[in-house]
């Protein structure tokens, strides 16, 4: 079974950074992609970035381009968000989901419905 554990969330201060990461077990990753999503209080699970777990192809909304930068390690079964110049509207709980298709993954990334696993999140708060 496909487990996802989030870490590395905390407290900063606005233009700070925070390293999330996202720990996969339960299958080796050779195909479809990583995500990262978000959802603040009281509003919908937004798309953050994703990553194609083979060749690296990576992917993200206009928010966060040049802020944040995700990666992956094949060896560790491990997928990284690298935060930096935080702002306050980044304050969210962050969510790492992986799709075991490449199609599914290309078709749908931005999509909550593209993925097959959750983690269980990570809460990242940045004070002004």
């Known amino acids: 079974q496909v487990q996802l554990v989030e870490s590395g969330g905390g407290l900063v201060q606005a233009g700070g950074s925070l390293r999330l990461s996202c720990a996969a077990s339960?299958?080796?990753?050779?195909?479809?992609?990583l995500g990262w999503f978000r959802q603040a209080p009281g509003k919908e699970r937004d798309f953050v970035a994703a990553?194609?777990?083979?060749?690296?192809?990576?992917y993200y909304a206009d928010s966060v381009k040049g802020r944040f930068t995700i990666s992956r390690d094949n060896t560790k079964n491990t997928g990284y968000l690298q935060m930096n110049s935080l702002k306050p509207d980044d304050t969210a709980v962050y969510y790492c989901?992986?799709?075991?298709?490449?199609?599914?993954?290309?078709?749908?990334?931005?999509?909550?419905?593209?993925?097959?696993?959750w983690g269980q999140g990570t809460q990242v708060t940045v004070s002004s």
């Open positions: 990553i194609t777990w083979t060749s690296g192809n990576t």
């Open positions: 989901a992986t799709v075991i298709s490449i199609v599914s993954f290309i078709g749908g990334y931005r999509s909550r419905g593209a993925y097959d696993y």
């Open positions: 339960g299958r080796t990753f050779s195909s479809g992609g």
